[in-house]
């Protein structure tokens, strides 16, 4: 049963295409993350959902365009692909949002590779 | 700016031997430092974690050490084995989100 799910686990693509990552958490969390890991493994926050609002949106292109149809699910959209965009995303979600020891569980990744 | 600074970047121990692995922090807002491990292929899972009015937490092999004055902490990994062999994030939790150091890559050899 796997607490933090996100499809696909792999992604190839040309430069200039549209893709989508879903993710879907069956822990009853209310808030829900995506994270970029870039190729020297540093982990960095891009947004933060709670119980469908956004609310964290670091600097991140607006070429990415996340979405939370309710607060099990929520997808990543990105437009245009550049090569910068190849990377692992994960998902994660906590009880609530992050503080004191509500740590977080992460999906198992999405590796999209720009070519 | 990186808030959560982590080092060394790789470490090579000796199975049995101890790992250590080492944070430093500047926001005093953070109110929770865990530890995550993650292996080639997977994400990143919690491993231990230490609030910042103990300075000290032990579970099996895995220690934090936490320093508040001087906005520190460091896990050590006791009798280390092969299959300890990952990477390890330092994190804190503060401001809704959570922020990871650089990670270390660990390679325990036989």
């Known amino acids: 049963d796997t607490a933090v799910s996100q499809t696909p686990k792999y992604l190839v693509t040309q430069m200039g295409n549209d893709k989508s990552i879903k993710c879907e958490q069956n822990l009853g969390h209310d808030t829900m993350y995506w994270y970029k890991q870039d190729s020297k493994k540093f982990l960095k926050i891009m947004f933060s959902?709670?119980?469908?609002?956004?609310?964290i949106n670091e600097t991140v292109p607006n070429r990415f365009s996340p979405k939370s149809p309710d607060k099990a699910h929520l997808n990543l959209h990105i437009n245009s692909l550049e090569l910068g965009d190849s990377a692992v995303y994960f998902c994660?979600?906590?009880?609530?949002?992050?503080?004191?020891?509500?740590?977080?569980?992460f999906g198992a990744g999405s590796r999209l590779t720009v070519l | 700016q990186q808030q959560v600074k982590q080092s060394p970047q790789s470490l090579i121990v000796q199975k049995g031997g101890i790992s250590i692995i080492n944070c430093a922090y500047e926001n005093t807002a953070f109110d929770y430092f865990p530890w995550y491990q993650q292996f080639p292929g997977k994400g990143p899972a919690l491993l231990i974690a230490?609030?910042?009015?103990?300075s000290e937490k032990k579970e099996g092999r895995f220690t934090i050490s936490f320093n508040k004055s001087a906005k520190q902490f460091s896990l050590h990994i006791m009798d280390s084995q092969p299959g300890d062999s990952a990477t390890y994030f330092c994190a804190a939790i503060g401001g809704s989100r959570l922020t990871f150091g650089e990670g270390t890559q660990l390679t325990v050899n036989p």
């Open positions: 994660a979600s906590s009880q609530v949002p992050a503080s004191g020891a509500n740590v977080l569980t």
């Open positions: 959902y709670n119980n469908k609002e956004l609310i």
């Open positions: 230490i609030r910042p009015d103990v």
